[in-house]
């Protein structure tokens, strides 16, 4: 049990390593409701909209570069979970550990299908997935700070099974970033799974072992058609492929730089529709490197922090967001800025608040 556990409704002890976090004794909420801060939209879907189940992912198995298990500390020792409970008025639960999950981890983790540490990434992921179904089943929006982007494996199979047995609808999923992240293991080239999560929540890329993401089943995952894509400009050849065969729809930089982000957004929630939960699945990576830098996979020509903002603020005000990630930041790697870390910490504490209902007036 970690020494400082204040709200124990995980049962993670054995893997749960605590880490820094300044939020963990402080007072309860001031308010619970609407605050000055908040949007006044309702939610559609969820029981207990103002209880934010949090789930700190310090995992980073999804791709090469150390760090990135670095950033829910970074994160909440910026003061994001204090925000969220004074300034915008959530319950927290779950938020008193970072979790490592270093129990599940196996010493040898050879490649299986060219996926890199694929026990290691299909154990965790479980492991995430039923942290996030805990707090989705009990009708709590749902915040995951990651790690690398492969632990959205494990969020939106958690709210997926969640949300269909909860009020039976099958989820939409929003994936802001600069990558498809939909590689199949055989389409792969690095054979980090961090660029595979969508192929897998789709069905796309299936493996019958369970070490090998065979625990997925029908319950988790995701349709195609629900699927939506923005701010994408690094996509290899074999995943626009799979993007073309399968009708999935996606909004690269070059429809937001023809149509800006206002008419993107529209067309992309049209795509959903109003009646369906989205789960926000958010890729700091999204954000051009000028507002970004501190990320594994860094590239030009991206999203301004406003349209980043603008994207959360969108999604928000459906009223339709049942979970949102936010995922990539790596605070080890700074770019060539002293600044980078800080700001791209900052810039993910921005997006995660205006998803979360945070309005300029
Ligand atoms: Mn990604």
């Not at 192929?199 to 625990?215: I, M, N, P, Q, V």
């Amino acid at each position: 049990m970690s020494p400082s556990r204040v709200s124990g409704d995980f049962n993670e002890s054995a893997s749960a390593t605590q880490q820094s976090c300044t939020t963990t004794k402080q007072p309860a909420p001031r308010h619970f409701g609407r605050l000055d801060n908040t949007s006044m939209i309702e939610s559609k879907f969820l029981s207990q909209p103002q209880d934010l189940g949090i789930v700190a992912v310090g995992f980073s198995g999804g791709q090469p570069k150390p760090g990135v298990d670095a950033a829910p500390a970074a994160l909440i020792e910026s003061g994001l979970l204090t925000q969220l409970r004074d300034d915008l008025g959530y319950r927290l639960h779950g938020h008193d550990a970072v979790h490592s999950f270093s129990d599940v981890v196996p010493a040898q983790d050879p490649p299986h299908r060219g996926m890199k540490n694929p026990r290691a990434v299909s154990a965790v992921t479980r492991r995430i997935a039923e942290q996030v179904y805990r707090h989705a089943k009990e009708g709590r929006l749902v915040l995951t700070l990651g790690g690398d982007h492969s632990i959205a494996i494990g969020t939106i199979a958690g709210t997926a099974k969640a949300t269909r047995e909860r009020i039976g609808r099958d989820i939409a999923v929003i994936w802001v970033d600069a990558h498809a992240d939909i590689n199949t293991p055989e389409t792969s080239g690095s054979g980090n799974v961090h660029g595979m999560p969508v192929s897998f929540l789709t069905g796309l890329a299936r493996d019958d072992k369970e070490e090998f993401f065979g625990w997925l089943t029908d319950e988790h995952r995701v349709s195609v058609k629900k699927l939506v894509y923005i701010g994408l400009r690094d996509v290899d050849a074999g995943e626009k492929r799979i993007l073309r065969e399968n009708g999935i729809k996606a909004f690269s930089m070059f429809d937001i730089d023809k149509h800006g982000i206002g008419r993107v957004m529209e067309m992309a929630l049209a795509h959903i529709g109003n009646d369906t939960p989205i789960h926000l699945s958010f890729d700091v990576d999204a954000l051009d490197p000028m507002w970004a830098p501190s990320t594994g996979t860094p590239v030009r020509g991206g999203l301004t922090l406003r349209e980043g903002d603008f994207i959360c603020e969108s999604v928000h005000q459906t009223g339709s967001l049942v979970a949102v990630d936010l995922v990539e930041v790596n605070p080890r790697l700074a770019a060539d800025t002293d600044l980078g870390a800080h700001e791209t910490v900052r810039a993910g504490c921005s997006l995660v608040r205006c998803a979360l209902g945070e309005s300029l007036l």
